[in-house]
Structures are given as structure tokens and as C-alpha cells.
């Protein structure tokens, strides 16, 4: 079955860090790019990162460059997000997608379910 | 603030044919791709290129360019296709990828 599984969602306080995962099955994962995007509640999508299917190619929104870093590993078919120096405004539903990109498009043909990051102050 | 701009809200009668716009610079050049999201769920993949549905979207989904705008249209809309959709492209001003701020659609 074709799917994305994110998982390390949870409570933290301002300041602190957490790292999400995602798990992926179904497909040749080191041949795709990977991003994440987020959801704050009640609000729009908001892409955050991307990483390449070689873990060559990263890219970062400026809102969370210097603090978020995207990462995988292939041999576990795995992504992840470390976050770090949470603020209250990183609180959002954060999903993971698959990524096709070509010269004049881009498309996330493919999303997790979410899991939910709260940041109190 | 997003670079790409949609409608808040738009609605539409059942069966009839609604056109959701996303307007921007960066469509002069790139496509847009569509997505479609119900309350509590994921979004999913509608309209990507210059007018592809991935298997499984009805082909009352169709997707078009001009200029600095995309549309989205639904021909025939359906009670099921009450969600909010987001447009999503290239940003010409820093970031590589952006997503429009949504439209909520209502089927009347």
C-alpha cells in the first residue's frame, strides 16, 4: 500500500525541540523528493521544506531556516524533521508529502496524515 | 503573506460549474497544481501541470492557465466537493514552493 506515516507529534514548550518522522511504504523512496508542510489550526498549507531523493537537494521556508532541518534515510525509507528553538507560532498540524518536480511544475501527489505539534509559551 | 492569491470564499449551486482562481507572478511561468481538502483530512491532489488528474479524480476536475492567473474549474459540482482548495507553485520572491491561501468552496 501506497503511504506516508507521520509520527513525533506532540506537547513542548517554547524553546525546546522535537524531531518528526515519517515513514514511507509502497514505493521506491530514494527516487522521489520529500517535503514537509504545515497546518496551523484553522488556517493554509504552509510548505516548509524539501529534500531530494539523494539527500543532495535541501530547501527551507525562511520561516523556520536556521532552526528546522529536513533529513532522510533511504535504507530506512524514512523522513525526517528536526526542529529546534520551537515558538508558539510552529504550532500546526505537520504533514509530510511526496514530491514530483519537473522544469514547469510541481506537484505533492502524496500526503500523510498529519501529526500535531502544540508549542506553549 | 503568500504570493499566491485565491478568492476566500466562492460557492456554487449543485450541478452547476464554479471557476476557482489563483493569481500570481510566478504562474507566468509555472504551472499550478490543485489540491482539495475536507474538514479533518489530509489535502489531495486534484489538478497538477498544465491539466492532469491523478487517478481516481472525477473529470468534472479540469484545471487552466492565462497570464499571471490559474483556475481551477469544477463542471457539474457535486455536495461532495464542498471543501476548501489550495493552488500551489513556485515563488518567484525566495521561497521555492508556495501554496495560495485557500478558497472555501460551499455547494448551494
Known amino acids: 500500500q501506497v503511504q506516508l506515516v507521520e509520527s513525533g507529534g506532540g506537547l513542548v514548550k517554547s524553546g525546546e525541540s522535537l524531531r518528526l518522522s515519517c515513514s514511507a511504504s509502497?514505493?521506491?523512496?530514494?527516487?522521489?523528493?520529500l517535503s514537509w508542510i504545515r497546518q496551523s489550526p484553522g488556517k493554509g498549507l504552509e510548505w516548509i521544506s524539501y529534500?531530494?531523493?539523494?539527500?543532495?537537494?535541501?530547501s527551507h521556508a525562511d520561516s523556520v531556516k536556521g532552526r528546522f532541518t529536513i533529513s532522510r534515510d533511504n535504507a530506512k525509507n524514512s523522513l525526517y524533521l528536526q526542529m529546534n528553538s520551537l515558538r508558539a507560532e510552529d504550532t500546526a498540524n505537520y504533514y509530510c508529502?511526496?514530491?514530483?518536480?519537473?522544469?514547469?511544475?510541481?506537484?505533492?501527489?502524496?500526503w500523510g496524515q498529519g501529526t500535531m505539534v502544540t508549542v506553549s509559551s | 503573506s503568500s504570493e499566491l492569491t485565491q478568492d476566500p470564499a466562492v460557492s456554487v449551486a449543485l450541478g452547476q460549474t464554479v471557476r476557482i482562481t489563483c493569481h500570481g507572478d510566478?504562474?507566468?511561468?509555472?504551472?499550478a497544481s490543485w489540491y482539495q481538502q475536507k474538514p479533518g483530512q489530509a489535502p489531495v491532489l486534484v489538478i497538477y501541470?498544465?491539466?492532469n488528474r491523478p487517478s481516481g479524480i472525477p473529470d468534472r476536475f479540469s484545471g487552466s492557465s492565462s497570464g499571471n492567473s490559474a483556475s481551477l474549474t469544477i463542471t457539474g459540482a457535486q455536495a461532495e466537493d464542498e471543501a476548501d482548495y489550495y493552488c500551489?507553485?513556485?515563488?518567484?520572491?525566495?521561497?521555492?514552493?508556495?501554496f495560495g491561501g485557500g478558497t472555501k468552496l460551499t455547494v448551494l
Open positions: 501541470g498544465k491539466n
Open positions: 500551489n507553485s513556485r515563488d518567484s520572491s525566495g521561497n521555492p514552493l508556495v
Open positions: 529534500i531530494s531523493g539523494s539527500g543532495s537537494t535541501i
Open positions: 510566478s504562474l507566468r511561468t509555472y504551472y
Open positions: 508529502a511526496r514530491l514530483q518536480t519537473t522544469p514547469t511544475w510541481d506537484a505533492f501527489d502524496l
Open positions: 509502497g514505493f521506491t523512496f530514494s527516487d522521489y523528493y
